[in-house]
């Protein structure tokens, strides 16, 4: 059974570049840049393990947050929720990451921060251009 992510979200994860991201209990939020990698349903970001949510992401890995753009008119309106588990990369996957991660944002080639991999376990996007409340939802296999 084929679990691809539906093209339409994937075409609006590839067009923005900062997700939020919430992680903890209680929660805290960061907004961070993200490449999207739809082959393997993940994101990948880059973002200091001593900060206070990269201590909250490394004692509860179950993250959420949410992806958008900017717009005044509410029938215009587009943007994903997600949730998923976090973990800090290490080796090839890190280099990997960082690779398509630079390609992505050259300004971080000379930044020393780690890796960090989103595994996508839900998204669900709201698309006003579709008609107002439209929503697409995807579930990865193992939920």
């Not at 992680?23 to 206070?52: H, I, K």
């Not at 989103?118 to 008609?131: C, F, P, S, V, Y």
Request: a positive charge; proline letters at 5%; hydrophobic letters at 45%.
């Amino acid at each position: 059974m084929d679990n691809s992510i539906p093209a339409a979200i994937c075409r609006y994860l590839k067009k923005q570049h900062v997700l939020s991201l919430c992680a903890g209990t209680p929660p805290w939020c960061a907004n961070c840049f993200y490449v999207f990698n739809e082959q393997q349903q993940v994101f990948w970001l880059m973002s200091d393990a001593a900060t206070r949510h990269g201590m909250l992401m490394q004692a509860q890995p179950l993250v959420a947050g949410t992806i958008n753009g900017q717009t005044r008119s509410p029938m215009l309106i587009k943007g994903v929720q997600y949730q998923g588990v976090i973990v800090r990369l290490a080796g090839e996957q890190a280099s990997r990451a960082r690779s398509a991660y630079i390609r992505r944002f050259p300004i971080a080639a000379s930044a020393q921060a780690p890796l960090w991999e989103i595994a996508i376990r839900e998204l669900k996007m709201t698309d006003n251009t579709l008609g107002f409340g439209s929503k697409l939802r995807w579930q990865h296999e193992s939920v």
